[in-house]
Nanobody, 115 residues
Framework: QVQLVESGGGLVQPGGSLRLSCAAS????????MAWYRQAPGKERELVAD???????NYADSVKGRFTISRDNAKKTVDLEMNSLKPEDTAVYYC?????????WGQGTQVTVSS
């Protein structure tokens, strides 16, 4: 059973914006810690941003001031608003949930920043 489904990736020019969305199916979403990770070709998967069940957020230094993570517990979604995109933001972006130690990953969505 698929627990997380990402959407919103695509091709964007440098300086542009994209909004990623992750839809969760677990009924326990509101108690899940959520995060966005990314993996560029030849690199390890890295944390981009996370948001606790209480709404506290944390960002990688490379995206601070450009990306915003948010969650809607009623809709069971977590979004990643990405602004001022750079070529180095190109990667597959993954949604991750942690529900009392049960970790789920989405299938990933490609983001390509190129002119």
């Amino acid at each position: 059973q698929v627990q997380l489904v990402e959407s919103g990736g695509g091709l964007v020019q440098p300086g542009g914006s994209l909004r990623l969305s992750c839809a969760a199916s677990r009924s326990s979403f509101r108690v899940s810690a959520m995060a966005w990770y990314r993996q560029a070709p030849g690199k390890e998967r890295e944390l981009v941003a996370d948001i606790t069940r209480g709404g506290n957020t944390n960002y990688a230094d490379s995206v601070k001031g450009r990306f915003t993570i948010s969650r809607d517990n009623a809709k069971k979604t977590v979004d990643l608003e990405m602004n001022s995109l750079k070529p180095e933001d190109t990667a597959v972006y993954y949604c991750r949930s942690d529900t009392w130690g049960i970790v789920d990953w989405g299938q990933g969505t490609q983001v390509t920043v190129s002119s």
